[in-house]
Structure formats: C-alpha cells, structure tokens
C-alpha cells in the first residue's frame, strides 16, 4: 500500500509556503465533469450535484481527502450540502 500511494508533505513558516509531492491542478485545465460529496453525510448533495451543475458525484470519505482531490484536479468541486463542524475546514485551508 505504502509504496503505491502518493506521499504529500508540508511546510508553513513566516517564509515558505510550500507543499511536495503534490501536483496542483493548474487554472484553465480541462475538467473532469466530477464533483466530490461526502460519502457518509450526503444529504441531497448528489441531486445538487446533478440538476445544477450537470455532473456526475464522487462519495468519499474525510473532508481533507476531498479537498486533496479538488487540489490535484480528480475532481472540478467539493461541495457539502449539510451541517460541518468547523475542524472539517482545517485540512482543505491548511492545502489552499
């Protein structure tokens, strides 16, 4: 498993803000007609997926998971549509 899976380090300082072994999905790349929704508190966010922007849902597990796949372009959007807790959030901004 381990030598399969990418590994994705960080560093924030007053200096350097920089993350490796990631690969940023760059403005203007083509899309991938995905969008990523949570798998275990989807709500009705597969029909908002669906009837307002016409592309297809990914479930999956862990909001940091899911901004890594918007970061890295497997999908074009992360959208949750029930209550998050705010710790939740710490991921994705820690990425952005």
């Known amino acids: 498993f381990v030598r399969t899976e990418p590994i994705m380090w960080g560093v924030a300082t007053d200096d350097a803000h920089e993350i490796h072994g990631v690969h940023e999905k760059q403005p203007g790349a083509t899309e991938q007609n995905l969008v990523t929704v949570s798998r ?39 959208i949750h549509v029930t209550a998050i807790k705010t710790w939740d959030l710490c991921a994705g901004h820690a990425l952005l």
């Open 40 to 78: 275990s508190h989807t709500g009705n966010g597969k029909d908002v997926v669906k009837d307002n922007l016409g592309k297809e849902s990914v479930p999956a597990g862990g909001a940091g998971y899911k901004s890594w796949l918007v970061l890295t372009g497997q999908v074009d959007a992360y």
